[in-house]
């Protein structure tokens, strides 16, 4: 990884003098710059995404019976308007006001009209009303969150907002593989765009910061926090849900040595007790 310091060259966003000393929950909110979040769909190409996931999140919803789906992390709408289509009642989240203003237009283009909320997760049941079968936290959003207090806060909080059997699901890159062994993806799944690239630029334990690359010769930045599977998985118990499932790559059999994310499904309702997960597929 390079070692990054000097004023970032991302146009409009701010890092200060010290990009990789800039480890705060709060910051996210400046990354997500207009220009940004204009150029977001270029990594996403939402049709080749449509692809490469298929109908695991439909089917994972559908299958525990959910109907009204609290979608926190919108970012620019691709998952709300899936889950839409589906025909499932949505509302959409983010706390970035330019992530909403550009998911609400995605959407009107789409055909659909969101129900959006701004809300930062650490308050969310003061920002939204009612209990949602589900909540899905996609696109590698939780790793904005920077402080254990902050993660498990908003564990918490979308913990209350769900019915007694309702279902989190939510996503993050493999980071331990990132850290361990160093970064090789070719985003088969999540970065479907032509001529575009997502790759770290620094990471250590307590920091990924990623550079995101355009053909016009823009280049913008996210800084993360680089959570570990193991981790997550028993904050999540300890928050209080019951059973949590994680699979690699939307693969429940799928056995591969170098997943780009992880997705954990995890449900309010009794059921089997806490296990570590192996290293690859899925386990419960």
């Not at 001529?195 to 910061?209: F, N």
Request: charged share 30%; aromatic share 14%; proline share 4%.
């Amino acid at each position: 990884m390079t070692t990054v310091s000097g004023q970032s060259p991302s146009p409009g966003q701010r890092f200060g003098d010290n990009p990789i000393a800039v480890r705060d929950t709060d910051h996210y909110t400046e990354e997500y710059v207009h220009a940004f979040v204009e150029k977001w769909d270029q990594l996403i190409d939402w049709e080749r995404r449509a692809e490469s996931e298929g109908d695991f999140f439909i089917e994972k919803l559908k299958a525990h019976g959910a109907g009204k789906v609290l979608d926190v992390a919108t970012g620019t709408g691709f998952h709300s308007v899936r889950l839409i289509k589906a025909g499932f009642q949505v509302t959409s989240a983010d706390g970035s006001p330019n992530m909403l203003y550009k998911a609400f237009e995605n959407a009107r283009q789409h055909g659909e009209i969101l129900r959006t909320v701004q809300a930062d997760w650490r308050w969310l049941n003061r920002d939204i009303h009612g209990k949602y079968d589900a909540i899905v936290c996609l696109g590698n959003s939780f790793t904005h969150l920077f402080s254990e207090r902050d993660r498990r806060k908003t564990l918490a909080e979308f913990y209350a907002a769900l019915r007694h059997d309702g279902i989190l699901i939510l996503d993050q890159r493999n980071y331990d593989g990132i850290l361990d062994d160093g970064y090789s993806s070719a985003h088969k799944y999540y970065y479907c765009g032509e001529d575009v690239s997502a790759e770290p630029e620094y990471i250590d334990e307590g920091l990924a910061r990623f550079k995101y690359s355009f053909p016009d010769g823009s280049e913008y930045h996210l800084n993360m926090f680089p959570l570990r599977r193991p981790y997550v998985r028993r904050l999540m118990y300890e928050v209080g849900f019951q059973e949590v499932t994680t699979y690699a790559d939307f693969k429940e059999t799928h056995r591969t040595n170098d997943p780009d994310f992880f997705i954990h499904v995890a449900s309010k309702r009794y059921g089997e007790t806490y296990q570590e997960e192996p290293a690859n597929g899925a386990a419960r």
